[in-house]
């Protein structure tokens, strides 16, 4: 259904709009007519409490594998983690690189396919996972996150932060300079 065919105060703004683009009057009279326009569909949706005629497509939201109670990780694998697994890598005593991230966070995504990548790379030596710092703000409270993408090691209660380029390369090197007890 067309957004004209919304509200009928639309329709007469919308009416209104093309008439006044056909005439060749002065150009104040058109942005005043613009900006009356504005302030009449403003006024139409904020009425219909901000609803057109069709109801926006609803995203499904995309679940991913990961841990949620307990960390079992498979070698090469990127893993979710929340507080309550966040308890286990801790406890574990593993050793673990972590992302933490914004889904917003154009850095972020652009490092995505080289997080992966540093996730096969290391699958033999050390596991590698990740943090949604919108869904799970305590957590990256907890390790005083203030950016993303934010890159720590942690292993039990030793923690260090990576500084380097957000590259495989130095994924590997930061990953592997933490195990050798630098």
Request: with cysteine.
């Amino acid at each position: 259904q067309p957004l004209a065919s919304c509200h009928s105060p639309l329709n007469s703004a919308l009416s209104l709009l093309h008439s006044l683009l056909n005439m060749r009057s002065s150009r104040i009279f058109v942005f005043a007519s613009i900006a009356a326009l504005v302030l009449i569909i403003g006024f139409s949706l904020m009425r219909s409490g901000g609803k057109t005629a069709a109801p926006a497509p609803q995203t499904q939201k995309r679940e991913r594998e990961g841990p949620s109670k307990s960390i079992n990780p498979q070698a090469g694998d990127v893993f979710d983690i929340d507080e309550d697994a966040h308890d286990s890598l801790v406890a574990s005593g593993e050793p673990w690189i972590v992302k933490f991230f914004s889904p917003w966070c154009g850095h972020c995504r652009s490092m995505a396919s080289a997080w992966v990548d540093t996730a096969v790379a290391l699958k033999d030596k050390i596991h590698v996972g990740e943090v949604n710092c919108q869904e799970h703000r305590s957590l990256c409270s907890r390790y005083n996150v203030r950016g993303v993408p934010t890159i720590l090691f942690i292993q039990g209660d030793k923690t260090a932060a990576h500084n380097g380029e957000r590259t495989v390369e130095s994924f590997r090197a930061f990953a592997e300079k933490h195990l050798g007890g630098e």
